[in-house]
């Protein structure tokens, strides 16, 4: 279980944008891309390198009235997900 | 009567061949047996303008390569004007034309990522392989530049029977380095890589140890270093996906100009290929009957026509039908289903005695007509 104090940054040469083509956003890293769905971008959209995990969530629980260990829990098996991907560092 | 098709979805990446020249000669380049002469290469204004029309198609991965990328002078105002375009991009290079002055302003131009190849970990074996004497020592170089410089890297090792039993040094290497990211990508047998089969093929057993080392390293380095793996599929039962099915995700355009849906599409004799001297990118991917052949499924005969796979491989790969059966249009033969199969177990067969000299890559070579390698009749 990752501590709630780490904070998640885009791993080295990984880009978060927006596409206008496909009107998504998309996550691009060395040879190879994601595309997040909506829960995915709104947790993305906090990953910063500056935030901690415990930030992310609270920030997440307040705007979408959820219960904080709900969201604390698809949090961290989001960011782990992508971080054994290799384009999250925890 | 079927309705007309939808336009396909934008593609994701554009693989932008600047060059064919190299100072490397390997014998499995994935460039084609006839290769591009510099006379003939597009120059800066038209690439500028092949990427942004790759940015405004949807692209959203470019990646330069070659040849040698680095042999082009223009290389860091083609990065910058990628960046510019919001392009995530590439450079596939063999670092041994890489020096800090270049690195520093290709970083400084917004490149993204650097995949750096190595033909092995032991010098004189790699350099056999890269036929460039004194390139190790530059790679290394280049390897500790990239890393300074702050760079994504990725280390690429193409591996097969001269060099397959290094992939646990393969990977340490990687690591000594500080790479992100090791590709271990097995040849591929098209153009140079058929050439040299019979010097290059894996047995069944070198194939099985190093997938079970990759297995093992993704474990051990999982969260710190990506390890990506392309196998050889002369020992599978089911093709490859070759590209993610014809015209669905890539393009490829050569020195000159002219776009494939993949890099090998030239051996597919007979294909008039759309050049972007003549039309522009979207053009070319919605349109163009080159784009058209095999793009969907309804260019399939059997076994792929009724598969439950169809739109998983997509008939796995044309230039390899073509070669091995002599149909593009035949199920690629690396399928056990395909009645062409056999020719897979030949191939096996073949490589299985001593390994022939390498024809290697040249500018001008005649791989018509090698020496000692053998090639399909």
């Known amino acids: 279980m990752t501590e709630e ?33 909506d829960p995915a971008v709104e947790i ?10 415990a930030k992310i969530i609270d920030d997440l629980a307040q705007r979408f009235a959820a219960p ?15 971080a054994a991907k290799g384009a999250i560092r925890l | 009567m079927t309705p007309p098709a939808p336009p396909p979805a934008p593609p994701l990446g554009l693989l932008a061949e600047l060059t064919h020249r190299c100072p490397l000669q390997c014998p499995y380049c994935s460039n084609p047996l006839q290769l591009e002469g510099a006379s003939t290469e597009l120059d800066t204004s038209a690439w500028r303008r092949v990427i942004d029309e790759a940015a405004e198609l949807g692209v959203l991965q470019i990646h330069f390569s070659g040849g040698e990328p680095t042999a082009r002078r223009d290389l860091v105002e ?3 004007h990628a960046a510019g375009r919001q392009l995530y991009s590439n450079l596939i290079t063999s670092g041994v034309l890489l020096d800090a002055r270049l690195m520093a302003a290709l970083a400084e131009a917004g490149l993204d990522h650097v995949q750096l190849s190595f033909q092995d970990v032991e010098t004189a074996g790699a350099e056999r392989i890269g036929g460039l004497p004194g390139a190790q020592a530059k790679k290394l170089a280049a390897a500790a530049l990239i890393r300074e410089s702050g760079l994504a890297l990725t280390l690429n090792f193409v591996v097969h029977r001269q060099n397959a039993e290094h992939l646990p040094a393969m990977i340490a290497l990687g690591e000594e380095l500080g790479a992100q990211r ?7 047998y098209y153009g140079w890589g058929l050439v040299n089969r019979a010097a290059l093929l894996p047995s069944r057993a070198q194939l099985e140890s190093t997938t079970a080392e990759v297995e093992a390293a993704r474990k051990r380095f999982s969260g710190r270093m990506v390890i990506d793996y392309v196998v050889p599929d002369y020992y599978a039962e089911r093709p490859k996906a070759c590209m993610g099915g014809w015209g669905r995700r890539f393009m490829n355009i050569t020195p000159s100009g002219k776009v494939l849906p993949c890099h090998a599409a030239e051996t597919l004799a007979g294909v008039e290929f ?22 969907g499924t309804g260019w399939m005969a059997e076994p ?6 169809r739109e998983i491989d997509w008939g796995g ?10 149909d593009a249009a035949n199920a690629d033969p690396a399928c056990a289903l395909s009645p062409h199969h056999s020719v897979m177990l030949a191939a096996i067969e073949e490589a299985s005695g001593g390994a022939p000299d390498f024809v290697y890559r040249r500018i001008g070579a005649d791989p018509k007509a090698p020496r000692r390698a053998s090639v399909e009749a």
């Open chain 2, 78 to 80: 083609l990065v910058r």
């Open chain 2, 304 to 309: 792929c026509r009724s598969c439950e796979r």
């Open chain 1, 44 to 53: 993305l959209k906090l990953v910063d390198g500056a935030r901690s995990l």
């Open chain 2, 182 to 188: 090791i590709e271990i990508a097995h040849v591929q």
């Open chain 2, 274 to 295: 759309p050049s972007v001297r003549t039309a522009s990118l979207a053009e070319i991917w919605r349109a163009a009957p080159a784009f058209e052949l095999f793009r």
């Open chain 1, 5 to 37: 104090s780490v904070v998640p940054a885009l791993a080295r040469g990984v880009k978060f944008r927006f596409d206008e083509v496909r009107q998504k956003w998309v996550l691009l890293a060395p040879e190879r891309m994601f595309v997040p769905d």
């Open chain 2, 317 to 326: 790969c044309r230039c390899q039908a073509l070669a091995l059966t002599g």
């Open chain 1, 68 to 82: 904080r260990d709900v969201i604390a829990r698809d949090v961290a098996a989001m960011l782990a997900d992508l």
